[in-house]
């Protein structure tokens, strides 16, 4: 179905390589969980957890644009989730003058980069999908949304048949404001993913990301890597059950490695940095006043992960 896409409610990691990110600021309006198993999605899906937000937003905006640690890119996991905001509400708006009912859509939620581990979040809350707040504009369609069973349903579709001509147009109106929004920001951030991108090369992460499995193993977590832990989460957070002792195993075992690359990440933004100068000073000429804007037309907010409130 076309329209804004969203960071699947899964249960499954909800997060992005850098690969993918690199495809979404290009112009999409959001992502899609990891493909499931047909066992993974005979469990449903899961509930995006409730985890605290912080409104205030940073001095430096450079970070939220061209994150080097996993705390940073909470802030940028809140401009990605704004955008998603405002398309919602461009969407519910839109049904809602045209007397529509409104179609199934994923539940907004804050995507992870996992490329970018925010350890200490991890530890904390888990690998889930983080929900963010409910907006005016989400609260004030709830009448209007069908309350029968979802069951057999065609995704997106709020009776099972195709979504009409004016609920697509409603969803296309919703797609291009969050690539209008994205726009602003996405190509620099592009830009600056493809160079960290290249640390995966750099021997000094190589060796010490060799040891992750061993590091796992003497946990008691027996995997042959992140890819097979991180469907050892899938299974646990598709069965209802908590991940946190997973959590912890992992932000215990990708500290050594996280304390070879932010360095690295952090020296390559200060290069990246200085040889993007103008382009950084525009958008900071500009985000923020859109970001407003955009408050004020959807009345929602911008707000980024915390670890407590």
Not at 18 to 47: H, N, Y
Not at 190 to 205: H, K, N, P, Q
Request: charged share 25%; with cysteine; hydrophobic share 40%.
């Amino acid at each position: 179905m076309a329209g804004p896409s969203r960071a699947a409610a899964a249960p499954l990691r909800t997060v992005l390589t850098l690969v993918t990110l690199i495809t979404l600021t290009a112009g999409t309006a959001g992502c899609a969980g990891p493909s499931v198993s047909s066992t993974e999605a005979a469990a449903g899906p899961a509930v995006p957890r409730s985890s605290p937000v912080t409104y205030e937003v940073p001095a430096d905006l450079t970070p939220a644009v061209l994150p080097a640690t996993g705390a940073e890119a909470r802030w940028s996991q809140g401009l990605d989730a704004f955008g998603e905001a405002v398309a919602d509400a461009e969407v519910r708006g839109c049904v809602r003058a045209r007397g529509e009912t409104m179609p199934d859509l994923v539940p907004l939620a804050f995507t992870r980069y996992m490329d970018l581990p925010d350890l200490d979040f991890i530890r904390r809350h888990g690998f889930g999908s983080t929900a963010l707040p409910a907006s005016s504009s989400t609260e004030s369609t709830e009448s209007t949304e069908s309350t029968e069973p979802t069951e057999g349903r065609e995704p997106g579709s709020p009776d099972g048949s195709a979504v009409s001509g004016p609920v697509r147009r409603c969803m296309a109106a919703g797609q291009r404001v969050v690539n209008d929004f994205r726009a602003l920001y996405g190509p620099l951030r592009m830009s600056w993913f493809r160079e960290i991108g290249r640390l995966a090369s750099d021997e000094s992460v190589a060796r010490v990301y060799g040891a992750f499995p061993s590091c796992l193993a003497r946990r008691g977590v027996k995997v042959t890597g992140e890819d097979r832990f991180f469907g050892l989460v899938d299974r646990r957070l598709a069965a209802g059950r908590s991940d946190l002792d997973l959590a912890a195993d992992y932000a215990a075992c990708m500290a050594p490695v996280e304390a070879v690359r932010e360095p690295l990440r952090t020296a390559s933004r200060d290069r990246f940095a200085a040889a993007h100068r103008q382009e950084i000073e525009e958008l900071t000429d500009q985000l923020m006043p859109r970001v407003r804007q955009l408050e004020a037309r959807y009345e929602v907010r911008l707000c980024f992960p915390a670890l407590s409130a």
